[in-house]
């Protein structure tokens, strides 16, 4: 299993929700509220930033574990709905996942996240 992990702009949420329903391994995802900066330190290339200075801008993490086969098709598709060309388009990572369990029934590994 795989956590997919990805830095968006608030604005491609519905978007990105439309594009991934149906999408082959995708079964669910979360969304979180998040602030942050990246390379340009939040600010765009047209201002100018004090030395040290950094602005934290508003971000959604997005988050789901997938099987790893489906991984390559589920980033594919993440980076053909985010992709502008433009900076601030995101990030995504991917990780390991060594288990998962569904509460509820108590399965663990694969069958949790089915």
Excluded: H, N
Excluded at 12 to 27: A, C, F, I, R, T
Excluded at 84 to 93: C, N
């Amino acid at each position: 299993m795989k956590k997919i992990e990805c830095y968006i702009q608030p604005y491609e949420l519905d978007k990105l929700s439309e594009k991934l329903w149906g999408v082959k391994g995708v079964k669910g995802l979360s969304a979180t509220e998040v602030k942050g900066f990246g390379v340009q330190r939040g600010f765009k290339a047209t201002e100018t930033a004090k030395k040290g200075e950094v602005k934290l801008l508003p971000k959604l993490k997005i988050e789901m574990v997938v099987k790893e086969k489906d991984v390559k098709e589920i980033t594919d598709k993440l980076v053909e709905v985010l992709r502008t060309g433009r900076l601030g388009d995101g990030k995504i990572f991917v990780t390991p996942v060594d288990d998962a369990v569904r509460t509820r029934t108590g399965e663990r590994g694969q069958a949790a996240i089915e």
